[in-house]
T-cell receptor
Framework: DSGVTQTPKHLITATGQRVTLRCSPR?????VYWYQQSLDQGLQFLIQ???????AKGNILERFSAQQFPDLHSELNLSSLELGDSALYFC?????????????FGPGTRLLVL | DQQVKQNSPSLSVQEGRISILNCDYT??????FLWYKKYPAEGPTFLIS?????DKNEDGRFTVFLNKSAKHLSLHIVPSQPGDSAVYFC???????????FGTGTSLTVIP
């Protein structure tokens, strides 16, 4: 158990809909990262938050947005969903601003868009 | 543009033998490299790391080798055990505070 929790574990929805994925980092961790893993793809970095502020942006679509709240949990909002958005979405946390250290991953949310 | 590449999607090895997983990168600014292991229905878990000031890091049965001139790193598992069967991802970052780039993963099967 990494200490990072993600809800829900599974989500099935239809095209055009909007969903929210939730991540609670390890206790004390300030940074949260979001990744997308599609079929046969590696982990694609989406976005990073540090202590409530956006720190880095990767391959995140404009239809997607995220935020980190004062209690440090984070939410990833996916809107106008398309079939291609079906993927595993992971969040990870690290204690500090991203110094040379590892990330601790949650178990992921599996999103299926029908 | 995939800056970290794992060209072998899968690898099968007999129990007790050595497993060698390879990873190539294109960005010469990368100076910190990690390997993660992922079981089905779980998130990736950290396995071993190496910074660019070293060319080898060892932790039990796991050793990571870094060849900066070739922009190549490898993970050696000796001896391989059936419990090592998982997907292995390599990842890289450039300096502190920067994002991690992941490869597409290699699925290792250790045959008893």
């Amino acid at each position: 158990d990494s200490g990072v929790t993600q809800t829900p574990k599974h989500l099935i929805t239809a095209t055009g809909q909007r969903v929210t994925l939730r991540c609670s980092p390890r206790s004390g961790d300030l940074s949260v990262y979001w990744y997308q893993q599609s079929l046969d793809q590696g982990l694609q970095f989406l976005i990073q938050y540090y202590n409530g502020e956006e720190r880095a942006k990767g391959n995140i679509l404009e239809r997607f947005s995220a935020q980190q709240f004062p209690d440090l949990h984070s939410e990833l909002n996916l809107s106008s969903l398309e079939l291609g958005d079906s993927a595993l979405y992971f969040c990870a946390s690290t204690p500090s601003r991203g110094s040379l250290e590892t990330q601790y991953f949650g178990p992921g949310t599996r999103l299926l868009v029908l | 543009d995939q800056q970290v590449k794992q060209n072998s999607p899968s690898l099968s090895v007999q129990e007790g033998r050595i497993s060698i997983l390879n990873c190539d990168y294109t960005n010469s600014m990368f100076d910190y490299f990690l390997w993660y292991k992922k079981y089905p229905a779980e998130g990736p878990t950290f396995l071993i790391s190496i910074s660019s000031i070293k060319d080898k890091n060892e932790d039990g049965r796991f050793t990571v080798f870094l060849n900066k001139s070739a922009k190549h790193l490898s993970l050696h598992i000796v001896p391989s055990q059936p419990g090592d069967s998982a997907v292995y991802f390599c990842a890289a970052s450039a300096g502190t505070g920067n994002q991690f780039y992941f490869g597409t993963g290699t699925s290792l099967t250790v045959i008893p």
